[in-house]
């Protein structure tokens, strides 16, 4: 992930300057070591000081300011692993496009070798120029990587392309760029979410997954280099960036998708929290109140993970997920036998911080064949880092 990573962060004059101050943030809280480099135009937007509070470093906004010497772009080139320019005006993806260095942040731009992030903001007219459309291809034919920008109401007031990415998407990329690539090559498949089993048009039953584990999972997959196809029931999550997304929405949805999904896959994660039951019937209308219902009648759902084990092939690895509230480790290994899993993560839901709807989680990572990891408390997102580390040592 992020820890210790030395990051620099190029700030250039436009509106959307303030939107970095997140990023900041979000660097620092996963860890990062952020120094900040603003252009003349940046500060008139955001004071330095802002910056300056927020990283715990000196901000540079010139070649000659009070914190440089004339060798400041060499030293800052040196120490950083990525160079993130955001936002990134016309003017300064041109001048980095054409090899200009007439101020700190174009210079240091040339003196480095760390990897380049640039995110672009600007009215959508600029934007779709063809002088910045032809200076961002060159950039990419450079290796430089380019997170496009979103669509929306500008501050300009026009309505198009041209805003700058929100910061947790533009702190995944920093993610992205500098994770090991594990899974170059790879095909992994996940599933994450609930299911939906319909009573009737308006009611259904499900349980209290939220799809964080899985749309963590899934994060971390692709930041390892995998090609990540995720199958996801009903989640206001958004797809980590690079993941192709499936929705489904009942149990025998989830089953079929896995089906036509897991064929081509590598590794296959099966973090979707799966209804086990379903209305035997449902109804054709909505179930008046007045009229109550007498009985409900239950049937078991798909077993989609047994499913997946009985097909897997010799060469495929599958993963699976066991929340318990008793007796942890014994229900783990016998899920582990029976569903014919490789390995399988899992986590007393009854314990404070872990299980459904929360951010953070404690689990246990149980192979087939090898050592029992006994973890702490994590982020879904560091839990998510270890079951790949975990998967890459036992299988690769």
Known sequence: MLKDRQILLGVSGGIAAYKACELVRLLIKAGAQVEVV?????????PPLTFETLSGHPVHTGMFDKHSNPLVHIELADRAELL???PATANIIGKIA????????????????????????MNVNMYEHAAVRENLARLK??????????????????????????????????????????FTGKKIMVTAGPTREALDPVRFISNRSSGKMGYALARAARANGAEVMLISGPSALRPPLG?????????????KACEKYSRDADIVIMAAAVSDFRPRAEAKSKIKKEKGMAQLELEKTPDVIAEMGKQKRKDQIL?????????????????????????????????KGAGFDVDTNIATILPKRGRIEYLPKLTKLELSYRIMDSIKKKFF
């Open 38 to 46: 603003m252009t003349e135009n940046a500060a008139r937007f955001v």
């Open 243 to 255: 993941v192709k997304r499936v929705s489904v929405e009942s149990a025998e949805d989830m089953r």
């Open 98 to 121: 054409n090899g200009v260095a007439d101020d700190l942040l174009t210079t240091l731009y040339l003196a480095t070798k760390a990897k380049v992030l640039v995110c672009p903001a």
């Open 319 to 351: 993963v699976g997920f066991a929340a318990e509230t008793e007796e942890l480790v014994k229900n783990a290994q016998k899920k582990l036998k029976e569903k014919n899993l490789d390995m399988i993560v899992a986590n007393d839901v009854s314990k």
């Open 84 to 86: 993130v320019i955001a």
């Open 141 to 182: 034919a450079r290796g430089v990587e380019v997170l496009e920008p979103e669509s929306g109401e500008l501050a300009c007031g026009w309505e198009g392309k041209g805003r700058l990415p929100d910061p947790d998407l533009i702190a995944e990329a920093c993610e992205y760029l500098l994770a090991p690539k594990n």
